[in-house]
């Protein structure tokens, strides 16, 4: 039986939706930004986790699951950067994190290859 993930990502990612909406309806999030913001930061969480379920059954020609992993923390990356823009107005310090997790993630992506020779 074939998973589908599919589905299910968009299953969470409509109640991730739903989620951030009421707490805009809630004025708890009190700008449209912020409710993009937190959505794609929030989805991304969910692509971290989905990597994790993908770790015990790998698919034959899928998505690999550190592809998967990579994707979910850049996601993260990219909804808390601007989220924290919104917040704070400092482009700079959101350009910053932004820049550090890119780095992180460029160096633990060449370090296998590096190991191996």
């Keep these: ?33 912020e409710v993009i913001a937190l959505i794609l930061a929030f989805y991304g ?9 993908r770790t015990q059954k790998p698919e034959k020609y899928g998505r690999g699951v550190y592809s ?3 994707m979910g923390i850049l996601l993260t990356a990219l909804g808390g950067s601007w989220y924290l823009y919104i917040a704070t107005a400092n482009f700079i310090l959101s350009i910053v994190l932004l820049l550090i997790i890119i780095g992180i993630l460029a160096v633990a992506s060449a370090l296998p290859s590096i190991r191996q020779k």
């Design 45 to 53: 969480a969910w692509t971290i986790v989905l990597a994790s379920i």
């Design 1 to 33: 039986m074939a998973r589908q993930f599919g589905l299910l990502s968009f299953g969470v990612l409509l109640v991730i939706a739903a989620l951030v909406l009421i707490a805009y309806a809630a004025l708890i999030v009190t700008r449209l930004d």
């Design 68 to 70: 998967t992993l990579l």
